[in-house]
């Protein structure tokens, strides 16, 4: 099993910027990418970003490209979202994931972790 923390939610203007954190632990060497799902009231939770764990090749959804990036840091097992530029469409539960199979990074139903969700309110 693979437990997932994130932290670092919060209320930001637009315009301004956030980092999430997510920490793994547990049998994290059976982890084969992470990512980052965001889901907002009342849609479908909307792929933002991953990161493959061998060779850190990253992905972005449309509606984020160019605005987030997503990091790691192996020692620590964690993965970052950084936002810049947040628009109040991006306001949303994020939830961290992590898959222990190679292929479909931005389907969520191929992760096989979840966290719990940090809230992210982007004010207008």
């Known amino acids: 099993q693979v437990q997932l923390v994130e932290s670092g939610g919060g209320l930001v203007q637009a315009g301004g910027s956030l980092r999430l954190s997510c920490a793994a632990s547990g049998r994290t060497f059976s982890i084969n990418a992470m990512a980052w799902f965001r889901q907002a009231p009342g849609k479908e939770r909307e792929f933002v970003a991953a990161?493959?764990?061998?060779?850190?090749?990253?992905y972005f959804g449309d509606s984020v490209k160019g605005r987030f990036t997503i990091s790691r840091d192996n020692a620590k097992n964690a993965v970052y979202l950084q936002m810049n530029s947040l628009k109040p469409e991006d306001t949303a539960v994020y939830y961290c994931a992590a898959k222990r199979s190679i292929g479909g990074l931005t389907t969520s139903m191929n992760y096989d972790y979840w966290g719990r969700g940090t809230q992210v309110t982007v004010s207008s």
């Open positions: 990161m493959r764990w061998s060779g850190g090749s990253t």
